[in-house]
């Protein structure tokens, strides 16, 4: 057991660093980008294609690490008034609505990227399931996250002050 979590967490840090490295490439990139059409009027043709790439690549795994962390948007003002029991099912209602959307990531994802791998991107020529594969990744964890969730497993990894006592 203690190795699966080991293994587990090694994974989830290698994709919050890539999402990480993934948004830093994209800051160089565009201010690369910015500067040499400003200064020498000048683009490098892949840049448009690489940076469009990074931010569908950021903001699906960014979905993940959103879902991992229960920065999901809530009504805490209406649900707050209801009773402890009610609001302890509806976390589990969620859950498993979370569950199913990964599901449906995985599954439609991953027919989306099958069926896009027959075109290629102009610029660089990847295939075009590049921009698509991040979808069922994005599932994948997003099923994780929330199976490990419905068995009351902590997934949390970043806990912000006010979560600590601090004002």
């Known amino acids: 057991m203690r190795l699966l979590r080991k293994i587990a967490l090694g994974i989830d840090t290698f994709i919050e660093s890539?999402?990480?490295?993934?948004?830093?490439?994209?800051?160089?990139?565009?201010?690369m980008q910015v500067m040499t059409r400003k200064l020498f009027d000048f683009v490098f043709f892949w840049s448009e294609e690489v940076t469009m790439?990074?931010?569908?690549?950021?903001?699906?795994?960014?979905?993940?690490i959103g879902f991992r962390e229960k920065l999901h948007l809530g009504i805490d003002s209406f649900t707050h008034k209801l009773p402890a029991s009610f609001n302890k099912a509806l976390d589990k209602v969620i859950e498993l609505v979370i569950l199913a959307f990964g599901i449906y990531l995985v599954f439609y994802?991953?027919?989306f990227t099958v069926m896009m791998n027959e075109s290629e991107l102009p610029a660089t020529g990847?295939?075009?399931?590049?921009?698509?594969?991040?979808?069922p990744i994005t599932g994948i964890m997003t099923c994780a996250y929330a199976l490990l969730q419905l068995f009351g497993i902590e997934t949390k990894r970043h806990v912000n002050l006010q979560e600590r006592g601090h004002h």
Do not use: E, K, Q, R
Not at 18 to 31: D, Q
Not at 57 to 64: N, P, R, T, V
Not at 126 to 135: A, C, G, K
């Open 126 to 135: 990847l295939p075009n399931s590049t921009l698509y594969v991040i979808m």
């Open 53 to 64: 790439l990074l931010l569908i690549w950021f903001s699906f795994m960014g979905i993940a």
């Open 18 to 31: 890539a999402a990480l490295i993934g948004l830093l490439s994209m800051i160089i990139i565009v201010t």
């Open 109 to 111: 994802g991953w027919d």
